[in-house]
């Protein structure tokens, strides 16, 4: 059964960082497509970070140069590391995973995954 369970939320102040991390369990993250989602009220999920079989990540325009993806295959753990954070990053952040993805350039598509995580929360203050 795949499992996956966020941490490392939190509450910081613009220009800050954090590190999030997702627990896999049920399957191995390196044959799996993985990736990071955010979602505020009332607004649809959206995809931030992704990186396919072969270790390739994809970004949002909105965190490109500030976020960083990375998987450690004997942890089997996804995590993402957030730099220079903005009160506009403020959301709950999601872990998706799914064995088939349609390409690369998918990714970051929402529909692509059926396998989620609980969420953990990011807050940033200005």
């Known amino acids: 059964q795949v499992q996956l369970v966020e941490s490392g939320g939190g509450s910081v102040q613009a220009g800050g960082s954090l590190n999030l991390s997702c627990a896999a369990s049920?399957?191995?993250?390196?044959?799996?497509?993985m990736a990071w989602f955010r979602q505020t009220p009332g607004k649809e999920r959206e995809g931030v970070a992704g990186i396919d079989r072969f270790g390739s990540p994809d970004y949002a325009d909105s965190v490109k140069g500030r976020f960083t993806i990375s998987q450690d295959n004997a942890k089997n753990t996804l995590y993402l590391q957030m730099n220079s954070l903005k009160p506009e990053d403020t959301a709950m952040y999601y872990c998706?995973?799914?064995?088939?993805?349609?390409?690369?350039?998918?990714?970051?598509?929402?529909?692509?995954?059926?396998?989620w995580g609980q969420g953990t929360q990011v807050t940033v203050s200005s």
């Open positions: 998706a995973a799914d064995r088939t993805v349609t390409g690369w350039a998918y990714l970051l598509r929402r529909d692509e995954y059926t396998n």
């Open positions: 049920g399957f191995t993250v390196s044959t799996y497509y």
